[in-house]
């Protein structure tokens, strides 16, 4: 009636319900389609900014390659990082990625001792 593989299926799923009850059971799941539809929406942002004919502009002072922004306004880390700069009131000319990190680093510590 019921092979090898059948009986370990079988078994796992009656090892699943003995140790997280069948109340659990469902949450997981529900937890494991959000994340999927989470990964598929992000794969998808990706591949639409990867394929957007968008010019792509160097940035001397960054020393990086940054594309412009798309229609979901995706920001990369250099675009994040100067706009944290700039929201600590740190001036970032002339500056690269690692000197501004490191003021950023500075600043919140500082703040953080008030």
Not at 11 to 37: C, D, H, N, Y
Not at 41 to 55: D, L
Request: proline share 5%; glycine share 8%.
């Amino acid at each position: 009636m019921f092979d090898g593989w059948d009986l370990i299926i079988i078994g796992a799923i009656a090892i699943v319900i003995i140790m997280w009850g069948p109340t659990k059971i469902p949450e997981f799941a529900r937890a494991l389609g959000r994340a999927q539809g989470e990964f598929k929406k992000a794969q998808k942002e990706f591949s639409e900014a990867a394929t957007s004919p968008e010019a792509v502009t160097a940035t001397p002072a960054m020393g990086a390659v940054v594309m412009s922004k798309p229609a979901a306004a995706i920001k990369t880390k250099d675009e994040m990082l100067l706009e944290t700069a700039q929201r600590l009131g740190i001036p970032t000319e002339g500056k690269n990625r690692e000197q501004i990190s490191d003021e950023i680093s500075v600043k919140v510590k500082l703040l953080g001792a008030d």
